[in-house]
Every structure is written in C-alpha cells, then in structure tokens.
C-alpha cells in the first residue's frame, strides 16, 4: 500500500525563526511529490518536485527532493505569522496514478 | 494555473438527504479529481471523473453513495447520497492543470446533523 509519512505532526515556533518539515514516502511508479499549503479549506500548491537534488525555491520557501532516500524537505526561513498553516506533502504514483497525502504538519508561527 | 469554484461554499444537511456539490473551471482539463477530508485527517481520494466516462472510484467508495457527474470539460458534480453523521466533511474537487500538478478548489465544508 502506498504511504505519505510526514513529521513532525505539528510544531510552533516564533516569528523568524527557521523550520524544516520533513516528508518521506513509499509509493510504487512514482511520478511526483507536492507541497501544498491549506490555511481554511482549500489546499494551495507550493512546489512540485520531480528530480533529486534540484532545489525549488519561492520567496523564503524552498524544498528538495531525495529520490534514493525516498523524502523531501520543506524550509522555511525567517517564518511570519501568516505562514502558519497545514502543510501537506502529496506523492503522484501507484498503479493508477493517483496523489497520495501524508497527513500534514501543523505549523504555528506566534508573534 | 486554472481557476476553481466549487458551490455550495458549505451546507448543514439532515440525515438521510443527499446534496450536489458543483466544481467549475474556468479552462477546460481532461481529469477532475473529488476528495474528502474528514476532521483532523488528510485528503482521501474519492474518484477521478473524465468526461465522457464513467468516475473511477477508488476503494472503499461507491457510485452509489457518491455518484459524479462530468458534462463537459469544465464541470462535474459530486452528490452525497442518503448522508449520515459520518459524511461530515470538507469536499473537494481538483483539476491537472499540467503533468502532475494538480489544483484545488475552494472546498465544501459539509455537516450532517
């Protein structure tokens, strides 16, 4: 069965500060692994990844992927109030080509 | 990216009726994707809808519990169907919008009392 882990589960940390949210995985013919960012409902994508150690980079995000290893990390530096919010790591795969979603880091960024 | 609504926004439903949840865009895309995300749990695929055949559903939902329609390239409903307690979630329908990539609508936050 396809699977999507990621830790920690949830964090708080204080504006400025750096964090690295982790997603390992294992899924049969895979094809991609996504960010996503849900702050209410809707999930917002951050970054696709589809090479290893080609890092992708958005402002003060930024994630790689390990292909070998089978994970992917999600930075943030000098975090703001108005990134905190679920982030969610999804795998494109399997054997019908569907996303699978780990469960999500809560991320709490206080003042 | 393509831009997605999704009406309604949410619902308070009574047990045993059935709501239409409506997902339009705004370009036209071969796959629309519909998943469910319980409380305090990550996304579930539901089923892929592409137009001109039947959804597929993935394991552990049913047509007839959750039949989809796709009309066209830039639409597709949802229906929960005869809803309990446990239908109580936030819907969602997604579009490919490049290989891989795939984007979300607004969401329907559904409570079933």
């Known amino acids: 069965e396809d699977k999507v882990v990621q830790s920690p589960l949830s964090l708080v940390v204080h504006e400025g500060d750096t964090v690295t949210l982790n997603c390992s995985y294992e899924?049969?013919?895979?094809?991609?692994l996504l960010w996503y960012k849900q702050e209410k409902k809707a999930p917002t994508f951050l970054f696709m990844l589809t090479s290893s150690g080609i890092e992708k980079k958005s402002g003060r995000l930024s994630s790689i992927l390990d292909k070998k290893e089978l994970f992917s990390i999600l930075n943030i530096t000098a975090t703001q109030t108005g990134d905190s919010a679920v982030y969610l790591c999804a795998v494109l795969g399997g054997s019908n080509y569907k996303l699978t979603f780990g469960k999500g880091t809560l991320l709490t960024v206080n003042p | 990216s393509a831009v997605i609504s999704q009406k309604p926004s949410r619902d308070i439903c009574q047990r045993g009726t059935s709501l239409t949840i409506q997902c339009q865009v705004d370009s036209q895309v071969t796959m629309m994707f519909w998943y469910r995300q319980q409380p305090g749990q990550s996304l579930t695929l539901i089923a892929t809808a592409n137009q001109g055949s039947e959804a597929t559903y993935e394991s552990g939902f049913v047509i007839d519990k959750f039949p989809i329609s796709r009309p066209n390239l830039t639409f597709s409903t949802l229906t929960v169907s005869n809803m309990s307690p446990e239908d109580s979630s936030i819907y969602l329908c997604?579009?490919?919008?490049?290989?891989?990539?795939?984007?979300f609508g607004p969401g329907t936050r559904l409570t079933v009392t």
């Open positions: 899924v049969t013919n895979f094809r991609s």
């Open positions: 997604s579009v490919e919008d490049g290989p891989g990539q795939q984007y």
